[in-house]
């Protein structure tokens, strides 16, 4: 009988063990060789059997490493969330001297040649690709040409036609400082041309942007010598990128298509992911709006990011 009586506890226990072990902790750094040199990947997760899903970082040239966390651990019970620190970004640039221009193809082959890794080394046969900012415009490309390898794609505040989105910021900069008295923006203002030619011009965009339409509210800051040391490396690849326009690139996504926008968004600006959207053939798509953000959705509604994020891979997951 007391025997008997053991025999539940035991079974109990032998099942919370064998789940346990099936349940390992992802906790990568790696240099993996990417398009010919050594480029720094890390990825975590409370369970290796979750979905992958692959967060690329804006800029070009800004690294998520230090602002990812702020949604990791909210998702990292959901999926393998991994990173990438980018040719001449981060870690991958402290173990590279490139000397050579960077270019668009060698960004969108890298982009492949890291799913691919991803991919092979956590044994999954498709992942979640989330693009922000500059990482969008990797990611659009990467979704138009291999949407077989994705689950979905989710767009945050993409760069989806850099031109255009500058040109309606430069047409609402202009309206605005009409009626103000501030002499110092109608001078600063006034010497931005389209396109985009210097880092002199990006810079008082994205500085009066933000104080007309940010405000207060925002806590983002654009230093004039972050934009000038900024501009020797990426200068001349965000400008060839703002000159492809995803409308006619992208038609059409043979994938699931999200994008994360904000009305408040005046760097990527959110009308031309409207209308984008309005008119991109897709067998599901869907837009979904983050009303206390600006540009940086993934840090300023880490929350919701990260429950969205969920909410798409469950009903994935289901269909």
């Known amino acids: 009988m007391k ?7 035991l079974l109990l226990l032998l099942i919370v063990l064998t789940s346990l072990s099936a349940q390992n902790q992802v906790k990568i ?15 975590k997760s409370n369970d290796d059997s979750k979905p992958l899903l692959l967060f690329l970082h804006g800029g070009p ?9 702020s949604f990791i ?3 990292k019970k959901d999926f393998i969330v991994a990173q990438w620190d980018q040719r001449n970004t981060g870690i991958t640039a402290a173990w590279n001297l490139q000397k050579d221009t960077i270019t668009l193809e060698q960004m969108h082959n890298d982009t492949k040649e890291v799913v691919n890794y991803l991919l092979k080394r956590f044994k999954k046969e498709k992942l979640y690709l989330v693009g922000f900012s ?10 138009n040409k291999y949407p077989e390898l994705l689950h979905a794609y989710i767009s945050v505040s993409s760069i989806i036609y850099g031109n255009k989105s500058e040109e309606l910021i ?12 501030n002499e110092r923006a109608l001078e600063e203002i006034s010497k931005i041309n389209l396109p985009i030619r210097s880092w002199e011009e990006l810079y008082y965009q994205r500085k009066w942007a933000a104080y007309f339409f940010n405000g207060v509210k925002s806590n983002r800051k654009y230093p004039k010598s972050l934009f000038k040391e900024w501009s020797i490396k990426w200068m001349k690849i965000f400008q060839e990128a703002s000159m492809v326009n995803y409308a006619k690139e992208a038609p059409r996504i043979h994938c699931p298509i999200y994008f994360f926008i904000s009305k408040n968004d005046f760097i990527t600006n959110h009308m031309v992911t409207k209308n984008y959207y309005k008119n ?3 067998d599901q798509k869907q837009i979904i709006y983050f009303d206390q953000s600006f540009h940086e959705i993934p840090t300023e509604e880490p929350k919701k990011f990260s429950s969205e994020l969920i909410k798409i891979s469950h009903h994935i997951s289901k269909s």
């Open 3 to 9: 025997l008997k009586g053991l025999y539940i506890p």
């Open 29 to 43: 750094h790696e240099g993996v060789e990417i398009g010919g040199i050594k480029q720094w990947i890390g990825a």
């Open 61 to 69: 040239g800004f690294s998520s490493r230090t602002y990812a966390k």
């Open 73 to 75: 651990k909210h998702l």
């Open 134 to 143: 500059w990482g969008g415009f990797l990611g659009l490309n990467f979704s």
């Open 170 to 181: 430069l047409k609402a900069l202009q309206e605005k400082v009409k009626g103000s008295n």
């Open 280 to 282: 991109l053939e897709a």
